[in-house]
């Protein structure tokens, strides 16, 4: 079930950013609804990952698959329309790639990028990474970013000045969400040295 939930907030995602390119105020309203649900759903996947004991690597896999297609189809969406500058898709694709591909490795050795067998060592790795404290704050920096952008540019209301003002925000709290997802993967590159040692030894 929680493997199903991850999935299918992709989807939902996917339909919140298809509402984007549609030019009318329904749609606007839609796609912001849909992003709600769908990062509320980010939640809801590990709660009931941990209530019915459904905890597993390939769960930890899916999850951060999940986080990055639906992170990454919105920075990317944003920036064809316009709405951000190129540098934010980016960094945050940049970022991914990685980390991710650090990750792969530690994977194959038996370390997942959450949970008991973390590939973090450090505590202060840990908090970054993996604590509840980071990771609930890093998803809050980045619904109110794309939830602000999208109802920036809401058409039809684009000229209002709370428009130009939500923008202004939006532009914040993305830049906010952008430094949370170069913060939270410098631990990952950090610690990554240890994984190399153990295969070259």
């Known amino acids: 079930m ?10 939902i995602a996917f ?5 984007l390119f549609i030019p ?3 749609a606007g309203v839609s796609a912001i609804i849909l992003t709600i649900i769908a990062f509320a759903m980010d939640g809801l996947d590990g709660y009931i990952a941990r209530k019915f004991n459904e905890t597993s690597d390939l769960g930890s896999v899916i999850d951060i698959m999940g986080d990055r297609i639906v992170e990454m189809s919105y920075w990317i969406a944003f920036s064809t329309l316009g709405w951000i500058w190129i540098i934010f898709p ?10 991710d ?20 060592s ?4 840990n908090f970054i990474c993996a604590s509840k404290f980071m990771r609930i704050s890093y998803a809050v920096a980045k619904v109110l970013a794309f939830i602000t952008i999208i109802a920036a540019h809401i058409p039809g ?8 003002t939500l923008e202004k925000i939006g532009l914040w709290l993305a830049t906010i969400a952008i430094i949370f997802c170069v913060v939270r993967g410098l ?15």
């Open 24 to 26: 009318t105020p329904w």
């Open 122 to 125: 450090s505590k202060i790795g």
């Open 15 to 19: 339909f919140a950013i298809l509402f």
């Open 187 to 201: 631990p990952v590159v950090v610690e990554s040295k240890k994984l190399f040692e153990k295969t070259n030894g």
């Open 90 to 99: 980016l960094v945050a694709v940049t970022r991914a790639f990685v980390t």
């Open 101 to 120: 591909s650090l990750r792969s490795v530690a994977l194959a050795q038996g370390y997942t990028a959450f949970g008991e067998k973390s590939m973090q």
């Open 157 to 164: 209301y684009e000229m209002y000045p709370i428009s130009f």
């Open 2 to 11: 929680a493997n199903f939930i991850s999935l299918l907030r992709i989807f």
